[in-house]
């Protein structure tokens, strides 16, 4: 068994959850991901020669092929925000590094290595004769090594038009600062532990392993300094997932070339461009063993709370919230049209009628439930049934990966279009981990008794004329409503609940059901009967709570108002 442990010096982690720039949409990874661990071990490896480097590369290249990692870490359930500081910019000068050659980059780092050979060649010479010899070579390659500085970062004499347009460059930079953010992340616990189960290596790779980690001081941003050593055990309260099982968490871990791709990359992006962290994603459960810091369990309905697949739309899309069915049909077109037979997306069996199975979601994420609200949509997201497989999650990933990929291979976020009905074109792009609150899973998820609908849900019957002016027949009407949705609660699972209905909208930025187009807009189909309501559960449960015949297209959706 291999255990390394990681403190937390500083008792904070500074990194940004995925591959975004650090603009005001980001915000903090956490847990560390084994990749990032695994990142800074190349670095330091590289950072200056040593006698245990071959042994310490050997190291590497068994953990990058090991099965991922169990993790020891505080602070996993996803719903919560402590501990997660708010993002904000803040202005900075830009690196300076730019402003020189490449070519006078490339001799500073050429001589600064030549230097660190020869002063580790003398740290080792146990040869009299041969120290003065050396003494003399680190003289001579210290005096190399400011010749290429001064040569890079001294202004001649009788300056260039080049040099002077450097300098000019230089001030714009140092006037002009650009914004950046520093998401971070506060513990509860500032030691996070690695564990590999099955990995066991010999006296001379821990010794180097043990070398190594000593040279790691910071994981993620610069400003967060940590501690890593060997240690003899941990406590996971983090599992890989296998195959079939559900997932709480995606990490990014290395892969089976991790080492090789880091080395490649360093001379392109030489720690000063913006690079994309190699990786594979790796699914993770919170561990189920006494003492993990584990979430309360809470009543929930047919889908699942965790991993979503949020798409936001772009800033000023204008999308109103009664056109939430058509965001979601598109969408939907859009994945069957390149999966058209994964009964999974599609929702349809193989002959072509509705699946018994339970199947993706597709959720519109509305502007609701504040002073402010307007009712626009925010985006959209890909949610799974509670039960839903991990091949099946994965299919899903992996469809909007190649969609993305056809779109733009080279960027992180590319935009992605979908298709109204009329050819009103809605543009999206891909978020990981949503900053707007409208965005968030634990917005529409965060265990509540009281809940009310963002947008009506399409009753399975038909209760009757609840218009009618004969009180007897709209009051009969109602109470049969009052059914169908209490019902509706109870075959997903969900507790005793009390149910009311209206017509007007209940939360802020939501629109009357009139305003919604009819349901479904097919014409050889009868239309549902739709209506808001408020539902009073006898207990706390978890969202997120999709009820009603157009559950999967973005009607029926609730959203918790007292947490």
Same mark, same amino acid.
């Given at each position: 068994?291999?255990?390394?442990?990681?403190?937390?010096?500083?008792? *904070?982690?500074?990194?940004?959850?995925?591959?975004?720039?650090?603009?005001?949409?980001?915000?903090?990874?956490?847990?560390?991901?084994?990749?990032?661990?695994?990142?800074?071990?190349?670095?330091?490896?590289?950072?200056?020669?040593?006698?245990?480097?071959?042994?310490?590369?050997?190291?590497?290249?068994?953990?990058?092929?090991?099965?991922?990692?169990?993790?020891?870490?505080?602070?996993?359930?996803?719903?919560? =925000?402590? =501990?997660?500081?708010?993002?904000?910019?803040?202005?900075?000068?830009?690196? +300076?590094?730019?402003?020189?050659?490449?070519?006078?980059?490339?001799?500073?780092?050429?001589?600064?290595?030549?230097?660190?050979?020869?002063?580790?060649?003398?740290?080792?010479?146990?040869?009299?004769?041969?120290?003065?010899?050396?003494?003399?070579?680190?003289?001579?390659?210290?005096?190399?090594?400011?010749? $290429?500085?001064?040569?890079?970062?001294?202004?001649? +004499?009788?300056?260039? $038009?080049?040099?002077?347009?450097?300098?000019?460059?230089l001030l714009d930079r140092r006037l002009n600062p650009k914004p950046r953010t520093f998401p971070c992340f506060f513990p509860d616990?500032?030691?996070?532990?690695?564990?590999?189960? *099955?990995?066991?290596?010999?006296?001379?790779?821990?010794? /180097?392993?043990?070398?190594?980690?000593?040279?790691?001081?910071?994981?993620? %941003?610069?400003?967060?300094? #940590?501690?890593?050593?060997?240690?003899?055990?941990?406590?996971?309260?983090?599992?890989?997932?296998?195959?079939?099982?559900?997932?709480?968490?995606?990490?990014?871990?290395?892969?089976?070339?991790?080492?090789?791709?880091?080395?490649?990359?360093?001379? @392109?992006?030489?720690?000063?461009?913006?690079?994309?962290?190699?990786?594979?994603?790796?699914?993770?459960?919170?561990?189920?063993?006494?003492?993990?810091?584990?979430?309360?369990?809470?009543?929930?309905?047919?889908?699942?709370?965790?991993?979503?697949?949020?798409?936001?739309?772009?800033?000023?899309?204008?999308?109103?919230?009664?056109?939430?069915?058509?965001?979601?049909?598109?969408?939907?077109?859009?994945?069957?049209?390149?999966?058209?037979?994964?009964?999974? @997306?599609?929702?349809?069996?193989?002959?072509?009628?509705?699946?018994?199975?339970?199947?993706?979601?597709?959720?519109?994420?509305?502007?609701?439930?504040?002073?402010?609200?307007? =009712? %626009?949509?925010?985006?959209?997201?890909? #949610?799974?049934?509670?039960?839903?497989?991990?091949?099946?999650?994965?299919?899903?990933?992996?469809?909007?990966?190649?969609?993305?990929?056809?779109? +733009?291979?080279?960027?992180?976020?590319?935009?992605?279009?979908?298709?109204?009905? =009329?050819?009103?074109?809605?543009?999206?792009?891909?978020?990981?981990?949503?900053?707007?609150?409208?965005?968030? $899973?634990?917005?529409?998820?965060?265990?509540?008794?009281?809940?009310?609908? $963002?947008?009506?849900?399409?009753?399975?019957?038909?209760?009757?004329?609840?218009?009618?002016?004969?009180? %007897?027949?709209?009051?009969?009407?109602?109470?049969?409503?009052?059914? @169908?949705?209490?019902?509706?609660?109870?075959?997903?699972?969900?507790?005793?609940?009390?149910?009311?209905?209206?017509?007007?909208?209940?939360?802020?930025?939501?629109?009357? #059901?009139?305003? !919604?187009?009819?349901?479904?807009?097919?014409?050889?189909?009868?239309?549902?009967?739709?209506?808001? /309501?408020?539902?009073?559960?006898?207990?706390?449960?978890?969202?997120?709570?999709?009820?009603?015949?157009?559950?999967?297209?973005?009607?029926?959706? !609730?959203?918790?108002?007292?947490?």
């Amino acid at each position: 068994m291999l255990v390394i442990e990681v403190q937390l010096l500083t008792g *904070r982690y500074v990194a940004i959850a995925d591959n975004r720039k650090a603009t005001s949409d980001a915000t903090a990874e956490w847990p560390p991901h084994p990749a990032r661990l695994f990142s800074a071990m190349v670095a330091a490896l590289h950072d200056r020669p040593a006698p245990w480097m071959a042994d310490a590369r050997t190291m590497l290249e068994l953990l990058q092929r090991a099965d991922a990692p169990e993790i020891e870490a505080s602070n996993l359930d996803s719903d919560s =925000g402590v =501990g997660r500081r708010s993002v904000c910019e803040v202005f900075v000068p830009i690196n +300076d590094v730019g402003l020189y050659a490449e070519r006078d980059l490339a001799r500073i780092r050429e001589t600064s290595l030549a230097v660190e050979r020869v002063v580790a060649e003398l740290d080792h010479c146990n040869e009299a004769k041969q120290r003065p010899k050396l003494e003399k070579a680190i003289e001579k390659a210290r005096k190399t090594y400011l010749s $290429a500085v001064n040569k890079a970062v001294l202004m001649p +004499d009788k300056p260039s $038009a080049k040099d002077k347009k450097a300098v000019a460059l230089l001030l714009d930079r140092r006037l002009n600062p650009k914004p950046r953010t520093f998401p971070c992340f506060f513990p509860d616990l500032d030691t996070v532990r690695f564990q590999w189960p *099955r990995l066991s290596l010999e006296p001379p790779l821990l010794h /180097a392993l043990a070398a190594l980690l000593d040279r790691v001081t910071r994981l993620g %941003h610069s400003s967060t300094l #940590v501690r890593c050593a060997l240690a003899t055990a941990a406590k996971p309260t983090l599992i890989p997932v296998t195959t079939g099982e559900n997932s709480d968490h995606i990490l990014r871990v290395m892969g089976q070339n991790q080492l090789t791709l880091l080395e490649e990359q360093y001379p @392109i992006h030489t720690a000063t461009r913006q690079r994309v962290l190699p990786s594979r994603p790796q699914h993770y459960r919170v561990a189920s063993e006494p003492g993990a810091t584990n979430p309360p369990k809470y009543p929930q309905g047919h889908f699942d709370h965790r991993n979503w697949i949020v798409l936001a739309a772009e800033q000023g899309s204008g999308l109103n919230l009664t056109r939430c069915v058509d965001a979601a049909k598109a969408l939907h077109r859009t994945l069957v049209s390149r999966e058209p037979n994964v009964e999974f @997306i599609s929702g349809k069996a193989a002959d072509r009628q509705a699946t018994a199975r339970s199947h993706l979601a597709i959720m519109p994420l509305p502007d609701v439930g504040h002073d402010f609200a307007d =009712g %626009h949509l925010l985006g959209i997201a890909l #949610v799974a049934p509670l039960d839903a497989a991990l091949a099946d999650r994965q299919t899903v990933r992996e469809l909007l990966a190649r969609w993305e990929m056809e779109v +733009d291979a080279q960027s992180p976020n590319p935009r992605l279009r979908l298709l109204l009905a =009329g050819g009103l074109e809605w543009w999206t792009y891909r978020e990981e981990a949503p900053t707007r609150e409208g965005l968030k $899973a634990n917005t529409w998820c965060a265990p509540a008794r009281r809940w009310m609908s $963002a947008t009506p849900v399409a009753l399975d019957r038909n209760p009757g004329n609840l218009r009618s002016r004969d009180r %007897h027949t709209s009051v009969a009407a109602v109470e049969e409503a009052r059914r @169908i949705i209490s019902a509706a609660c109870e075959r997903q699972g969900l507790p005793g609940v009390r149910v009311e209905i209206s017509f007007a909208p209940l939360l802020p930025g939501s629109a009357p #059901v009139t305003a !919604f187009d009819p349901f479904p807009r097919e014409e050889n189909r009868i239309k549902r009967v739709r209506v808001h /309501a408020e539902l009073l559960f006898d207990e706390p449960v978890r969202g997120p709570i999709l009820l009603g015949a157009g559950r999967f297209f973005g009607l029926g959706l !609730f959203r918790p108002v007292e947490k």
